[in-house]
Structures are given as C-alpha cells and as structure tokens.
C-alpha cells in the first residue's frame, strides 16, 4: 500500500484555533496554509461552511488581521529612510496593504449584510422624518 502524503485535512478546534490566531496578527491565510502543518486553502475555507462555530472564529480574526495589518501601515511609514529606493519599496509595502484591508472591510460588509438580511440597517441610510403643524401627512410608498 503506497504511503499517503498530503497536508492536514482533520478538522480540530486546536488547529482552527492556531489558524484564526496567526490571521488575527495580521499573517496572510496564503502565508499560513503555506506551512506544511497546516492545511490548504481550500480545506479552511470548506471548515468554515462545515463548522459555525470556527465560520465566526474567523471571521472575528479576519477583522483583528484588518486592524494589525492598519497598524503595520504606520510602522513601515514611520521607519522608512529617506532614501529613493526605501521609499519605493516603503509605497509598495503600504498599497498591498491598503488594498488588502480594503478588501476585509468589504468582505465584513457583505458578512454583515448576509447575517441582517439584504439591506442591513448599519448600511441603510437613515430616514429623518420632520412634523410640520398644519400640513398634512405625506403617504409613503
């Protein structure tokens, strides 16, 4: 019988738990997955359609990835050097992250849109009503 190779596929509270920790400070899931203890892509996205639990553990750490990969955008620019090439690389480092806390941010608005039903009220604009006295009310459609 050939020897099974392949990555950790066995889901575990432990190893999802590892997981949602390294993504919470601010590690990339293809960094992670990248790790041969760890499984692929594929399978923590299937977990988290299996599993509700570990579905809003990530979900959590996604938003904790949010704000370290937002802090991390400060230190690169506080630590660049004046210097033409630092500054280059210092601009690319910041607009891969940029884009990728962007791309949280509308991951978690379209979570929250899902969890509320289709126009969830944290998105909906907020309807003023004003009383006049003496005119009479207006019928809304």
């Known amino acids: 019988m050939p020897k099974q190779s392949g990555?950790?596929?066995?889901?575990?509270?432990?190893?999802?738990?590892?997981?949602?920790?390294?993504?919470?400070?601010?590690?990339?899931?293809?960094?992670?997955?990248?790790?041969?203890?760890?499984?692929?892509?594929?399978t923590v996205y299937r977990w988290q359609k299996l599993d509700e639990k570990f579905k809003i553990q990530f979900s959590d750490a996604r938003k904790a990835q949010a704000e370290a990969i937002a802090d991390s955008i400060v230190d690169i620019a506080d630590e660049v050097e004046l210097g033409r090439d630092q500054l280059a690389k210092a601009k690319l480092r910041i607009d891969a992250r940029k884009w990728l806390v962007g791309r949280l941010a509308a991951e978690r608005s379209i979570e929250e849109r899902d969890e509320n039903g289709p126009l969830a009220a944290k998105w909906a604009s907020p309807r003023l009503s004003v009383e006049i006295s003496g005119l009479p009310e207006s019928k809304t459609k």
Do not use: V
């Open 7 to 42: 990555r950790k596929s066995r889901f575990s509270r432990q190893l999802a738990s590892n997981i949602c920790c390294r993504i919470a400070t601010g590690e990339t899931l293809s960094s992670i997955c990248s790790d041969a203890a760890m499984p692929c892509r594929s």
